[in-house]
């Protein structure tokens, strides 16, 4: 069973860093495609960033410059460094593995006060 395991959420003021972790368990880790999307309340879940096989990475515009997703293989863990966060970022963050069939983490709470 394939299981994967955000941590890292948490409060923080506007300007800030946050660091997501995803680490995968009961699977290879993929190669292929791996990603941090986020739902904030109301809203659509959409994606942050996307890192595929080559480590091509892909951002949305508005986190651009600010977030980077990164991956280390031996620890089968998937990251996300936030910097300069605002409070537009709140939202719960989630980790996918796969694109056609996806396996997805039970999310964590990220609060940016203003």
């Known amino acids: 069973q394939v299981q994967l395991v955000e941590s890292g959420g948490g409060v923080v003021q506007a300007g800030g860093s946050l660091r997501l972790s995803c680490t995968v368990a009961?699977?290879?880790?993929?190669?292929?495609?791996m990603g941090w999307y986020r739902q904030a309340p109301g809203k659509q879940r959409e994606l942050v960033a996307a890192?595929?096989?080559?480590?091509?990475?892909n951002y949305a515009g508005s986190v651009k410059g600010r977030f980077t997703i990164y991956r280390d293989n031996l620890k089968n863990t998937l990251y996300l460094q936030m910097n300069s966060l605002r409070p537009e970022d709140t939202a719960v963050y989630y980790c996918r593995m796969g694109l056609f069939v996806a396996n997805w983490g039970q999310g964590t709470q990220v609060t940016v006060s203003s």
């Open positions: 890192i595929l096989s080559g480590g091509i990475t």
């Open positions: 009961g699977s290879t880790f993929s190669n292929d495609y």
